[in-house]
């Protein structure tokens, strides 16, 4: 490794290399030097927030030596990496996150408790890092700790918002945006003032002729801006492999400010310029699984793309490799397309900067990146205005429509005269305006293109990407079920569960190797086992209880049977259907005899999720829901029977707490659209059952733990399309239950009918796009079964023990393991303690 320091002096850099804190004492040393020297406070002024701010300190030190272990065997190492290039990374928080990855918890809970505070006060006044809306942001992060966990060498590329998902608050039932500016204080990143990359937009393309007779294209001219590199630690579990997740930021290129126009006199414009580029990185668009086409978004995605491919390249270079070996060194994975951008940005580098000709440099490029698909909703598919791209990246408007034409003109060759096929599979699609395709882009210009669960992966190859499965062959398409990170999502979520399953299991290994959940098979029917097991189940219900009663002020009984609901809200997840269930239920329980009551289950119907702020149906189903509390919550009639929750502000941390404390789930989108999902897979993990439709993983799910132990209800997706056309052609009456449903609401029960207008039309007038007319039937009487199942305390036991011992496969390890066999080539490197 190169170095800056002569050899004779790195001895003396040795003797005084950073030492990492490795017991009770040197850990309580550290979080006093910091609360009272980087934070400048005392034992007479630390708060929470300062002896957090000291602990998290202190551990950063701690991952920043590993960091750099890291760093240095990765390049000695000299092995091929992944990068993976993902616009969100939704971490949620990470102290307590680092403490379990790096098995010191223990004696950091003692040793702040010696210095007179609690570690979940500490724990809890971490800011969540909210950089991602929803599954596609979370796998990203589950990805990264399985990352470092098996010790493959990976980098995560990303944007450093300065706002990330906004809060959400209810006022008055409704939905309100509260910007999140998450920047005040965060120990977890380290800024590299000496890592910059210029970034250009606008301008124009000169073309000449070189002596030797070739073309070359100089893009120029344009708006530069920076981008600053900000860097991660990414811990690993059971490992000292600490990687990196490198956030740029945006800012102004050069100088502070425009100095001609500021001596001019006109200071506020040129601050305004200085804004605008700050302006880049400032936002995370706030939407899941649609697509807006904003001109900002673009830049975001070309400034990320642009900065993460020069850092890519500038570190292959350094290992002085001839160009054709770059896809032996490098592999790039497109988290969904919007760093697609990234393939024409390596072409522009390898063609216009570096000179290769172009057949290579097209046989580097598509050797190099891999594409992830995450949805078929034709909403989400993401198409750029080739007018609003022209202007904003002429040069690469170039490259795309060169790479169209030698893509076009090679499936002519081989289906001749099949016009139709031509245009179906053009990058440029013939609207008005002309738009751009990017899940084609991407397809064309990667190795291999995955879904994220098997129905998923089947429905991309013979629905939206069936023309190129002919064209490319079924090899080029695969399949990546999705899991989640047992250490965030079993372990530091559910404690007591985790060292119960140690203590059956002989020891942690499980959160290594998932499938060692399989031991626990056999205490089953054990009678104590299960006692201990619910009992766990209990105490997070009351948890999460008193988290109701303080927040909301409503009382939930912790026996009732706890029907949770977190996700973003969208019409295709559901939630209107699940409302309905409950107005449903609770006209039942209005027309029954005390008697007949006596003998229901008492149910806390639970929701959670943010809406789009521009998506105006998903924030009326949220007024529906509260609408609906307010009257089930106070009706005497009802009692503990029923409660509806509405839970503020749905977030990673929050998720920590609701997954341990459910006893169903809900996973209930229309057949065919939910892409995976991956909350199923944390449910189940913390021992809860699932009611859900035959979509994304809830599938695999069920196979895995055995279609007795799962609630699966409503049509096929192969039945989808018949069922739409039904609709279409006013073939469908209403079903009856949902009828009443419809006119309880339309009677005013729950205020103003029409605040709803919307979500009954949708049913009615709108074609019920989502089916919900269709599944509700089967819907409510598979709810009904559910209720019978859990009188049977120790059946219900049994099953969510059987089903956790046989979730093996849904940890995110099994799935990067796949990645790096099947996509990206890649072995894991030691990284010595
Ligand atoms: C989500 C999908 O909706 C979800 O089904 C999947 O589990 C998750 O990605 C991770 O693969 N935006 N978010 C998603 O897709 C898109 C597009």
């Known amino acids: 490794i190169e170095s800056s ?14 030492t990492e804190f490795s017991t009770k004492e040197e850990f309580q040393r550290e979080v006093v030097r910091h609360v009272e020297t980087t934070l400048a406070r005392s034992l007479y002024n630390c708060d929470e927030l300062a002896a957090y701010s000291g602990a998290a300190l202190a551990m950063r030190d701690k991952l920043i030596i590993d960091w750099n272990k890291t760093q240095q065997a990765h390049t000695l190492a000299d092995q091929k990496r992944v990068y993976y290039l993902s616009l969100e990374f939704l971490m949620g928080r990470t102290l307590d996150n680092a403490l379990l990855n790096r098995d010191i918890k223990d004696y950091a809970v003692e040793g702040v408790s010696e210095l007179g505070f609690r570690m979940e006060d500490l724990i809890d006044q971490e800011h969540d890092a909210a950089l991602g809306n929803g599954g596609l942001g979370r796998l990203a992060a589950c990805f990264l700790d399985s990352l470092a966990s ?108 425009d100095f001609q126009k500021f001596n001019s006199g006109d200071y506020e414009s040129s601050v305004r310029d200085q804004q605008r ?100 909703l034709p909403e989400a598919l993401e198409k750029w205005s080739v007018p609003l791209f022209q202007n904003l990246l002429p040069r690469h408007l170039q490259i795309i429509y060169d790479i169209n034409l030698f893509f076009l003109q090679s499936v002519e060759r081989r289906f001749p005269k099949d016009r139709e096929l031509l245009s179906r599979v053009s990058i440029i699609e013939e609207s008005n305006p002309q738009v751009i395709r990017m899940a084609y882009l991407a397809i064309i210009g990667s190795k291999k293109v995955n879904g994220v669960a098997e129905l998923h992966s089947d429905l991309i190859k013979t629905t939206i990407f069936k023309d190129f499965v002919k064209i490319f062959g079924p090899d080029k398409f695969t399949n990546v079920t ?15 569960l985790s060292a119960l399953i140690k203590e059956k299991l002989g020891s942690y290994d499980f959160l290594k190797d998932l499938s ?58 559901r939630q209107q259907m ?31 999720g943010k809406a789009a702020p521009g998506y105006w149906m998903a924030k009326t189903i949220i007024r529906l829901i509260t609408a609906v509390s307010e009257v089930v919550n106070n009706d005497v009639d009802i009692g503990d029977l029923l409660k509806v929750v509405f839970i503020e502000d749905y977030n990673v941390s929050k998720a920590e707490f609701l997954c341990p404390a459910s006893d169903l789930s809900e996973h209930i989108s229309t057949a065919g659209t939910e892409a995976s999902g991956t909350s199923n897979m944390k449910f189940v993990l913390n021992g809860g059952l699932i009611i859900g439709t035959c979509d994304g993983a809830n599938i695999e799910i069920t196979r895995e733990i055995g279609e007795e132990r799962i609630f699966l209800f409503g049509n096929l997706a192969e039945d989808v399309e018949d069922l739409r056309h039904a609709h279409r052609y006013g073939k469908t009456p209403m079903d009856p239950a949902l009828k009443e449903v419809c006119d309880e609401i339309q009677k005013g029960t729950f205020g103003e009918p029409g605040v709803f207008a919307g979500l009954i039309h949708a049913l009615t007038e709108g074609g019920d796009y989502y089916l919900v007319s269709d599944d509700f039937a089967s819907y409510l009487s598979t709810h009904k079964l559910v209720d019978e199942a859990f009188k049977d305390t120790a059946a219900w036991a049994h099953n969510t023990i059987v089903a956790v011992s046989r979730m093996g496969f849904f940890t995110s390890d ?12 890649i072995d894991p490197v030691k990284v010595d303690g």
Request: overall charge neutral; cysteine-free; hydrophobic content about 35%.
């Open 277 to 376: 580029a700050e302006t880049i990185s400032a936002v995370l668009y706030p939407n899941d699984n649609i697509d807006v086409g904003k001109e900002l978004r673009l830049k975001q995605q070309y400034f990320w793309v642009a900065a993460s491919l020069y850092d890519i390249v500038r570190r292959f270079k350094k290992s002085h490799r001839a160009w054709t070996e770059f896809p032996h060194q490098v592999a790039i994975q497109l988290n969904d397309t919007h760093p697609t951008l990234a393939i024409v940005e390596l072409m522009r580098i390898l063609v216009d900067k570096e000179h290769l000709d172009w057949d290579t440099a097209w046989n580097i490029t598509t050797e190099t990146f891999g594409y992830t698909n995450h949805t078929v």
């Open 5 to 18: 320091i002569p050899a004779p002096l790195r001895d003396t850099w040795k003797k005084f290399a950073a």
């Open 150 to 257: 098996l010790s493959y060498p990976a980098w995560g590329y990303g944007l450093r918002y300065r706002y990330g998902i906004f809060k959400q608050e209810i006022i008055d039932g409704y939905q309100v945006e509260v910007p999140d500016y998450w920047l005040d204080f965060n120990p977890w990143e380290f800024p590299r003032h000496d890592i910059t990359v210029d970034i250009m937009f606008y301008g124009y393309v000169r073309r000449y002729t070189e002596d030797d007779g070739s073309t070359v294209n100089i893009w120029e001219g344009g708006e530069v801006v920076q981008a600053l590199a900000y860097d991660v630690p990414i811990p690993g579990y059971g490992t000292s492999t600490t990687n990196n997740l490198r956030l740029w930021s945006s800012k102004p290129s050069t100088g502070e400010f």
């Open 516 to 573: 060692l959940l399989s031991g626990l098979e056999k205490f089953a029917d054990d009678k104590s086992f299960q006692k201990e097991w619910m009992d766990i189940k209990f105490r997070n219900k009351q948890r999460l209880a008193k988290y109701i009663k303080d927040t909301t002020g409503i009382s939930v009984n912790p026996s009732a049977l706890f029907d949770i609901q977190v996700k973003r809200i969208h019409e295709y997840k």
């Open 814 to 825: 099994r799935a990067i393991n796949e990645y790096a066999d099947e996509i990206w080539n």
């Open 578 to 608: 699940n409302i309905f269930g409950v107005i449903s239920r609770y006209l039942s329980l209005k027309a029954m005899t005390k008697e007949e009551r006596a003998k229901q289950v008492p149910r806390v119907s639970i929701f959670g």
């Open 482 to 496: 999705n899991g989640v990170t047992p250490r965030r999502w079993l372990h530091q979520a559910n404690p007591q």
